[in-house]
C-alpha cells in the first residue's frame, strides 16, 4: 500500500517567509511524509531554506511526521557528501534530482555517467538517488526518449525514477501505461491534478517531430537563469512579468490534487501493482486559493476519498 507524502515545494512562498513556522503547519494539517526540495543547492546542502538538520528534525518529529525524499537543486553543483550529511541527520534515505537540461546524445550520455557515479556513492551511504521528470524527459534524441536513454544508461542499482504523472500526461502519454513501462524502477510517485476548466493545452509538446535537433536544449541545470534566481530567492522563482493571459493560463494547468481530471485512483492501483513506489508525493506548483496552506489542506482532503493509499509513516 503506497504511502501519501507533500513536497514543501508546494509552500514554497510560505517556507520563504516562516521556514519552521509552515512546517509547523504542514505537521498540524498530518502530512507524516514529507518530500523537502531545495533550489539552491550550491549553497545550502539540506531543505533550501537554511534551516539546520537537527531544528528541522525537531520540529517534524513534534507531528511524528518525517523526512522521506530530498529534491536537491542544481545538484550538479551540490556537495555530495554535505547532502549526504545533512540528510542521514534526517533520516531520509532518497535523493532525487528534480530536473535537468538535455541537448545531444553525448551530453545525456555524460549526465548518465554522472547519475551513476552519484548514485553508486549514495547507494554505499545506504541511499538511493532517483530522477524526477517534466514533460521535456519525452522528447528524442536518436529516435528514443530521454527518459529510455536514462533507464537504459544508468544501472538500476544506482538510479531509480520518481515518476511525476501530471508531467507524464503533459507530454501527451498515459501515466497509467507508463507506470506499467517503467515498472519497479520507479520508487517514488509525484501526483498533481489537471483542471475541468483549464485554458491550458493538456499536451505541452504536441504531436509533432520532438526529436531534438542541433542546437537546441530542453530542461533546466545550474547555468540557468532559473538556477541563479533560485539560488538568490530560496526556490521561490520571479521570471519575466508574464501577461495576465499567460499567468491565467498557468494558474489554469493546475488544481488542488483529487479535484481534477487525472485518473488518480488508477494511477494508485497500478503503482501498487506494477512499481516498487514507497510514497506517492502531493505536489501543488500554484493555486488559485487564497494562500499554499488552504491548498494542501484541500489536496489532504480530496485526496483521502482515494483507497490503497495510507496517511502513516
Known amino acids: 500500500m503506497i504511502k501519501v507524502g507533500l513536497i514543501l515545494y508546494s509552500v514554497r512562498q510560505a517556507m520563504k517567509e516562516n521556514p519552521l513556522g509552515t512546517v509547523d503547519e504542514v505537521g498540524k494539517l498530518g502530512y507524516k511524509n514529507i518530500e ?30 518525517k523526512v522521506v525524499s530530498a529534491h536537491v537543486f542544481p545538484f550538479e553543483k551540490a556537495n555530495l557528501q554535505d547532502v549526504i550529511a545533512y540528510h542521514k541527520t534526517l533520516g531520509n534515505k532518497n535523493i532525487v534530482i528534480p530536473n535537468g537540461r538535455f ?19 549514495l547507494k554505499e551511504e545506504g541511499m538511493t538517488l532517483l530522477y524526477h521528470n517534466h514533460s521535456h524527459e519525452f522528447r528524442k534524441i536518436n529516435g528514443k526518449t530521454i527518459m529510455d536513454h536514462i533507464v537504459e544508461n544508468t544501472d538500476p542499482d544506482n538510479l531509480s525514477l520518481e515518476l511525476d504523472t501530471y508531467w507524464t500526461m503533459r507530454a501527451g502519454l498515459d501515466p497509467v501505461e507508463m507506470l506499467k513501462y517503467f515498472g519497479k524502477r520507479i520508487k517514488l510517485l509525484h501526483q498533481k491534478d489537471f483542471p475541468f476548466d483549464s485554458t491550458a493545452p493538456i499536451n505541452t509538446l504536441g504531436f509533432g517531430d520532438l526529436e531534438i535537433k542541433d542546437g537546441e536544449a530542453f530542461g533546466t541545470d545550474g547555468d540557468s537563469m532559473y538556477a541563479r534566481q533560485a539560488s538568490q530567492s530560496q526556490g521561490v522563482v520571479t521570471r519575466t512579468a508574464p501577461t495576465r493571459e499567460e499567468q491565467m493560463s498557468r494558474l489554469s494547468a493546475f488544481t488542488e490534487i483529487g479535484t481534477g481530471i487525472m485518473p488518480i485512483q488508477k494511477i494508485i492501483d497500478t503503482a501498487n501493482e506494477y512499481t516498487n513506489a514507497e510514497y506517492i508525493i502531493l505536489e501543488q506548483d500554484a493555486t488559485r486559493l487564497p494562500t499554499e ?21
Do not use: R
Open 103 to 121: 541537448s545531444t546524445y553525448d551530453n545525456l550520455m555524460a549526465q548518465c555517467e554522472f547519475f551513476n557515479k552519484s548514485g553508486k556513492i
Open 293 to 313: 496552506i488552504d491548498s494542501i489542506k484541500v489536496s489532504m482532503d480530496a485526496f483521502k476519498k482515494f483507497t490503497g493509499i495510507s496517511w502513516d509513516n
Open 36 to 65: 523537502t526540495c531545495s533550489h539552491n543547492a550550491g549553497i545550502d546542502p539540506g531543505c533550501g531554506f537554511g534551516i539546520p538538520a537537527e531544528e528541522l528534525k525537531a520540529e517534524f518529529d513534534k507531528f511524528g511526521s
